[in-house]
Nanobody, 126 residues
Framework: QAQFVESGGGLVQPGGSLRLSCAAS????????TGWFRQAPGKEREGIAC????????YYRVAVKGRFTISRDKAENTLYLQMTSLKPEDTAIYFC???????????????????WGRGTQVTVSS
């Protein structure tokens, strides 16, 4: 089962932008990331953006809709998350996964979404 490697996080001021990347590593044949999740300190992991492989449809959690854009480079098998107008409440570790859901990930069910990477830290602060 492929594992995904997230990158692109960092420290950014409120109102700033970042682009996150998610690349597959190891046993990548037929393995595709379809969603972005995040986990803030002391909170449960939540799915925030999903991409449907069949037709490219995208879906977003209300908290990020209009500010975040999920996209995919098929040739590179890389999933992206363009984040704009960042807010302090966007501070979290961001993960990608093979399966996607909008909303909370019930603790103990993480394996249903595939193998998780280490994530990339996004900190929004002045």
């Amino acid at each position: 089962q492929a594992q995904f490697v997230e990158s692109g996080g960092g420290l950014v001021q409120p109102g700033g932008s970042l682009r996150l990347s998610c690349a597959a590593s190891g046993g990548t044949s037929g393995s595709y990331a379809t969603g972005w999740f995040r986990q803030a300190p002391g909170k449960e992991r939540e799915g925030i953006a999903c991409l449907r492989l069949e037709d490219g449809s995208t879906y977003y959690r209300v908290a990020v809709k209009g500010r975040f854009t999920i996209s995919r480079d098929k040739a590179e098998n890389t999933l992206y998350l363009q984040m704009t107008s960042l807010k302090p409440e966007d501070t979290a570790i961001y993960f990608c996964a093979a399966e996607c859901i909008l909303g909370r990930v019930v603790p103990g069910t993480e394996a249903l979404f595939g193998t998780w990477g280490r994530g990339t830290q996004v900190t929004v602060s002045s």
